[in-house]
């Protein structure tokens, strides 16, 4: 049985930029996507968390390389509308897959008391697993909400088009059990409503 989420439980993240959605940088000229709900599934995570003061955490990806539409001077390297962060939330920016090379990442969310991370982001089997399988190794809890993460496509060496889909269920399945537990938005968001529900009791109670 999973413990309810409380004070010592982030929500991160990962790079809810503008320019994910540029699906031919990512998967080619057919460039596609999977779980297009993946951001109405983070807004309802971010809103709950933001509700009941627990920390929030952001990772923001400038790339090193030219062409790449995550980068801060163009357009694409924008938060995404309803994902700006809060001035007292943790946000870094990296210009590798992890959240915690080359940043305060980690130390932020030890200073803030964080020993479990519920993540969520871009792309499932880029950044997001980089990062998931970072924080596992790191000693965090690790929550992964699989069905508020997206990819692309991706083409293999000998020319396969491999569905967005099919790379999204293989990296959950690779994380799931030895890097992180995989949830979904409604059995993390159902962690945090009944530990709200038992406050409200104790509290009714006093």
């Known amino acids: 049985m999973i413990p309810k989420f409380d004070d ?3 929500l991160l993240l990962i790079d809810v930029q503008r320019g994910v959605d540029d699906l031919q940088h990512w998967g080619g000229p057919t460039g596609r996507r999977n779980n297009p709900n993946a951001e109405q599934v983070m ?3 971010l809103a709950m968390w933001r509700a009941r003061g627990l920390p929030v955490a952001f990772t923001r990806h400038d790339s090193r390389e030219d062409a790449s539409p995550l980068k801060f001077s ?6 995404k509308e309803g994902f700006e962060p809060h001035d007292n939330e943790i946000v870094v920016e990296k210009d590798v897959n992890s ?4 940043t305060s990442l980690e130390l932020q969310l030890r200073r803030a008391g964080v020993h479990r991370l519920v993540v969520a982001g871009f792309f499932t089997n880029m950044c997001v697993e980089t990062t998931v399988r970072m924080a596992g190794n790191l000693g965090f809890d690790t929550y992964l909400i699989h069905d508020a993460c997206a990819t692309t496509n991706r083409v293999g060496l000998e020319g396969t088009d491999y569905e967005p ?16 537990t995989a949830l979904t938005g409604s059995e993390a968001l159902g962690l945090l409503q009944s530990d709200a529900a038992d406050l409200n009791r104790r509290q009714g109670n006093e």
């Open 74 to 79: 163009l357009p694409g390297g924008v938060q």
């Open 165 to 180: 889909d099919l790379v999204h269920d293989l990296t959950v399945a690779n994380l799931n059990g030895e890097f992180c």
């Open 99 to 102: 959240g915690f090379v080359g």
């Open 8 to 10: 010592d439980t982030a």
């Open 43 to 45: 807004a309802d995570l």
